[in-house]
Structure formats: C-alpha cells, structure tokens
Nanobody
Framework: QVQLVESGGGLVQAGGSLKLSCAAS??????????MGWFRQAPGKEREFVASISRSSVNRNYAGAVTGRITISRDNAKNTVYLQMNSLKPEDTAVYYC???????????????WGQGTQVTVSS
C-alpha cells in the first residue's frame, strides 16, 4: 500500500517561512519512478496546482502565484519531496497536499497517488 505523508505545516506570520515534507512509503514504491507535485486547497476553493518536479529534478514547474517564493525539491534516496515556502502571505493559507504522477505536465490534471495533506496558516 502506497502512502504519502505530509508534514511541516503550521501557523506562521506573513513574511515567514515553512518547509513542507512529503515522505513516501510502500513495499515497492519509489518516488524515483514518478514526477512529484504539491497542490493546495483553501477553504471554499478548489484544489489548485502549486509546483511539480521531474523524476531527476531537471524540470520544475510553478504556479504563477508562488513563483519566486516557493521551491520544490526531492531526495529520491530518502523517498521524500520538499516544498520550501518563503515570504508567505495570508492568501497562501490552505491545506497542502503532495501527489505522484507521470510527469511534471500531466501531474497537474492526473495524479496516481495523494497524501492526506498538512495545514498551513499564514496570519497577517
């Protein structure tokens, strides 16, 4: 059974930083076989794409709203994906989810696995 477990969320003041982690597990599951992505869902809104990273970290894509403030990275040896978030804004408040998919483009619309999410709250 594949599990993606997010951690690192919390309450932070505007302008602050957080680093989210997504640890994958499963007897034969390796994130090295997948593009990985982060999504978020704010209260009353649909889930939206935040960032994605290719299997070898060569390609990274970001949503316009977070470009320049957020960095996605991965450590295949640790089966973990990260999301470094800086200069946080109240509008970044959401539940953040990680996902595994085919590639950095298709993962935006089609995901093979999801985590349960971690709450990020940015106070003004």
């Amino acid at each position: 059974q594949v599990q993606l477990v997010e951690s690192g969320g919390g309450l932070v003041q505007a302008g602050g930083s957080l680093k989210l982690s997504c640890a994958a597990s499963g007897r034969t599951f390796s994130i090295s076989n997948y593009a990985m992505g982060w999504f978020r869902q704010a209260p009353g809104k649909e889930r939206e794409f935040v960032a994605s990273i290719s299997r070898s970290s060569v390609n990274r894509n970001y949503a316009g709203a977070v470009t320049g403030r957020i960095t996605i990275s991965r450590d295949n040896a640790k089966n973990t994906v990260y999301l470094q978030m800086n200069s946080l804004k109240p509008e970044d408040t959401a539940v953040y989810y990680c996902a595994a998919g085919a590639d950095t483009v298709r993962i935006v619309t089609t995901q093979d696995y999801w985590g349960q999410g971690t709450q990020v709250t940015v106070s003004s």
